[in-house]
């Protein structure tokens, strides 16, 4: 087999494999997770390829407040709510919604909430977050002049 520009290997059932297509199931083996950040700087979306049981989705129960459905929740949604300055956490199917207290900041929230997900999420796999860029300064200037609250 020839190959332009990367190593050629073998996997277990002896089939071709680049050195290139190897990093990106490596890549891929660990917790897949992306953090958006919403025009409101005290909300953040995480967006993960893992769903949310059925009774934290169900649209009719995926309330954000933080005093109702105390009792039957998944623990990663516990304890995110039980961190200081969160004020609400929500799902829906493949999305977590965290809103802060106006403050505190992200970098003091985030990396609790990392945790969080990777010790009741995550299945014991390490994190891989996807980057995901912030909105861009023109755009949040725009949605202001445009009488948004961001």
Known sequence: MKTIGCKTATDENGHAQTTEAKAKAKKVTGFRFQIEHCPNKNIVIIHTRKMFPKAE???????????????????????????????????????????????FTWDEILPKVRHALKEHFADGKELDEISAHKPAADYLMALRLQGCDV
């Open 57 to 103: 989705t169900d649209p009719l129960m995926s309330s954000f407040d933080k005093s109702k459905r105390k009792g039957n929740q998944h623990p990663l949604i516990k304890s995110i709510r039980r961190l200081k300055g969160i004020l609400k956490v929500g799902s829906e199917c493949y999305q977590l919604r965290i809103e802060k207290a106006e403050l």
